[in-house]
Each structure stands twice: as structure tokens, then as C-alpha cells.
């Protein structure tokens, strides 16, 4: 199951980490982790077009955490459309995406 969490600071995101394997399918065919991944990837590259520092983003196999700490209004409305987008894979694949808010 992939988990996505986003740590809240008041009504800021501060952190999202995305971690997992959807495992909805075999590799290559996995429709969920493709539409994950794109949206995740996607995101993270247009805050770091917007200047976000690369040394924020922590990637490895099945793993992205990225501190958005000081993030603009720019960057924070990409975010929530992230949040938005995971959570409508989530309404009709939940067994295979968590998304969590943490406070």
C-alpha cells in the first residue's frame, strides 16, 4: 500500500512524505502507482520550478518526503491540488492509497 501524509502547521502543509508500494497490479502494469507517482513527481518538479531547494527533496525506491517549510501562496495551492488529486485515487482505490493529514 502506498501512504501519503502531509504535516499540517497550522493551515500550512510543512512536509509530505509518500511512501509504498500500490502493489495493484504487476510492475509496469500498476495503474495506481503510475497516477501516484505522476501527480507526486509532477508536483515536486513545479515547486522546485518555482524555487523550491532541491535539498529539500529526499527520493529513494518507493519513497519521496519533501519539506515545504516557508513554501509561497503559489506553492501551497500546488500542494493542495497534490492532496486533492491523491485523494480522488484514493475514493476508488483504497486498498491500495492511504492519505493522511497530520497535525
Known sequence: ????????????VVAY???????SN??????VCAGVSAVAFGLTNALI???????????????????TCGADEDMNALIYGLIVSLE???RTHDDYLSVVMEV
Open 49 to 67: 520550478g518555482l524555487g523550491l531547494d532541491e535539498g529539500k527533496v529526499k527520493l529513494s525506491d518507493g519513497y519521496l518526503r519533501v519539506d
Open 26 to 31: 504487476e510492475p509496469g502494469k500498476d495503474l
Open 17 to 23: 512524505e509518500i511512501s509504498g508500494h500500490a502493489m
Open 1 to 12: 500500500m502506498i501512504t501519503a501524509k502531509f504535516k499540517y502547521e497550522g493551515e500550512d
Open 88 to 90: 480522488t485515487i484514493e
